[in-house]
């Protein structure tokens, strides 16, 4: 059984760095194209990818927060870990990490129950 | 950057009826689309990759088509349990991007 989760603060302060871990279980992130991402959404709002790791140890980030974001994996600890920097209010959202084999190419099987961050001082 | 987008965005109809959505990429993405169901305060739930594969243990009436920059997910006889957010995304060069949803309740 293929299980996520995500933790966390809750609550951070504006400038703060956020670092998020995804504990998983039910599979190996040294599988042959086996990758995690996070995925965030604002209260009420869409999705948006934000990072993903693969199991060969490639990186990729959104094009748009890539210079406040560092994705990095723990596979002896079943860990992923994000974290973003200089956190605003406009990143308040829901956190999910999220499965995906494949490469990539068979989208986000599995997800996390999310994690609600706020960004407030 | 590609974007997604998708039409309705909201829609309301009756249990049994055919439900179609459709997501259009600003360049071709070849076949490389999933599509997602969200319910309030819950994770998303993956229903389709590539397209038109459907995801192991989603009911049948669910389906989806299109290629290169349109796409639909049509839901053949609407249940009480479909109701939600659907949301496509699209996979090109190591970037991912989701479409603003389409929210679909039961009349």
């Known amino acids: 059984q293929v299980t996520l989760r995500e933790s966390g603060p809750a609550l951070v302060k504006p400038t703060q760095t956020l670092t998020l871990t995804c504990t998983f279980s039910?599979?190996?992130?040294?599988?042959?194209?086996?990758?995690v991402s996070w995925v965030r959404q604002p209260p009420g709002k869409a999705l948006e990818w934000l990072a993903r790791i693969d199991w060969d140890d490639d990186i990729y980030y959104s094009a748009s927060l890539k210079t406040r974001l560092t994705i990095s994996k723990d596979t002896s600890k079943n860990q992923v870990v994000l974290t973003m920097t200089n956190m605003d209010p406009v990143d308040t959202a829901t956190y999910y990490c999220?499965?995906?084999?494949?490469?990539?190419?068979?989208?986000?099987?599995?997800w996390g129950q999310g994690t609600l961050v706020t960004v407030s001082s | 950057d590609i974007q997604m987008t998708q039409s309705p965005s909201t829609l309301s109809a009756s249990v049994g009826d055919r439900v179609t959505v459709t997501c259009r990429a600003s360049?071709?993405?070849?076949?490389?689309l999933a599509w997602y169901q969200q319910k309030p305060g819950k994770a998303p739930k993956l229903l389709i990759y590539k397209a038109s594969t459907l995801e192991g243990g989603v009911p049948s009436r669910f389906s989806g088509s299109g290629s290169g920059t349109e796409f639909t997910l049509t839901i053949s006889s609407l249940q009480p349990d479909d109701f939600g957010t659907y949301y496509c995304q699209q996979y090109d060069s190591y970037q991912f991007t989701f479409g603003p949803g389409t929210k679909v309740d039961i009349k």
């Open positions: 039910g599979f190996s992130l040294s599988t042959s194209a086996m990758c």
């Open positions: 360049q071709s993405i070849s076949s490389w």
């Open positions: 999220a499965r995906m084999p494949g490469g990539g190419y068979r989208g986000f099987d599995h």
